[in-house]
């Protein structure tokens, strides 16, 4: 792979050949990028940097935040007031929509971000990341309202990550693909690394928290029952486990070598549908999946065609490789 097509040539190009990404969100992807590589160099600073440890507050998911939650959002948020390419944005760490202040001029689109994602990892120095999805504003005249969006995740225009790992890895979708761009940190830009990223249609390795087994509905112990019995079970192969708690970095090794992760419905908060958030944390990392060739559900429905009723609505989230997710569908359809 050419090392010297940056982000900026990646999405020239791209805009040229295909008009997916008109202007204003090229701006608006490269306006992100550079948030991320802000929090990535406070990230890298640890410990030196203030960064780590909580912060003495609370967010709307009922959630203690970290300082990095708190540094992260506000660096997202600045980023992107000025440009005149969002309408609004919407975070796992506010409340409420934030709409571009009076005084900057207001563009078509939404950005929707989860600043910093895997919080539990940020002490014990394993990877994290920053999650993000597009959608466009609904047109009218009228002000943006939190309704402008529901919409539903296949209505995204662009939708990636970036991971804080050994690289800093930016991996990102427009509706051509999955390109990976890695941070050359002796020049600040963000590489092409990988392109046309393609999920195995089936794996070996499965992502799941298996502490929480006693809480699952049936269908996904009995799933995971069967892989752990191997190749003397139904399955007839042998299964591998990772789980990181950082969806990043576990939808990271599933683009790279395949996989299934599955944060299902458990008893444990019987009123919600799942831990995960719907908004920016399923819909971005579900289409980057099918759009490298997998597929991500609830283990019943398609994720991406959910149409959202809160803005941190949560959902149970199977996705990965392609064959291994209508796998477990297959076990809630037995029931
Ligand atoms: P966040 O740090 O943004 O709140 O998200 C954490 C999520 C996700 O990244 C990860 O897969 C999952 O929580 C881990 O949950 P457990 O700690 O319950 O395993
Ligand atoms: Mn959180
Ligand atoms: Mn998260
Ligand atoms: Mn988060």
Known sequence: MS?????????VEQQRVDGLIP??????????????????????KGALGGVLGTA??????????????????????EANE???????????????????????????????????????????????????????????????????FFQPGKNQVAAGYCLYGPQTTLVLTVGNGVAMFTLDREQGSFFLTQENVQIPADTQEFAINMSNMRHWDTPVKNYIDDCLQGTEGPRGKDFNMRWIASMVTDVHR????????????DKREPGKPGK??????ANPMGWLVEQAGGAASTGTQRILDIVPQKLHER??????????????????SKL
């Open 315 to 332: 959902v149970s989230v199977v996705l990965g490789s392609k064959n291994e997710v209508e796998k477990v569908g297959s076990y809630f």
């Open 23 to 44: 202007s204003q969100l090229r701006l608006l992807i490269e306006v992100v990028a550079r948030a991320c590589k802000g929090i990535s160099h406070a990230v890298n």
């Open 276 to 281: 995960l958030r719907l908004m920016y944390e």
């Open 3 to 11: 090392q010297n097509i940056s982000l900026t040539r990646y999405l």
């Open 82 to 148: 000025w440009g005149g390419h969002l309408a609004a944005m919407a975070s796992e760490e506010m409340e409420e929509i934030h709409a571009v202040p009076n005084g900057y001029p207001q563009g078509e689109y939404l950005l929707l971000f989860d600043p910093l994602d895997g919080s539990s990892n940020i002490d014990v120095n394993v990877s994290i990341g920053t999650i993000f999805s597009v959608l466009k504003k609904p047109p009218s005249d009228a002000a943006v309202v939190e309704q402008d």
């Open 254 to 265: 599933i683009l790279t070598r395949g996989g299934i992760f599955l944060y299902p419905w």
């Open 56 to 77: 003495d507050s609370e967010n709307v998911q009922g959630e203690i935040q970290k300082k990095l939650d708190i540094i992260a959002n506000e660096v997202l948020i």
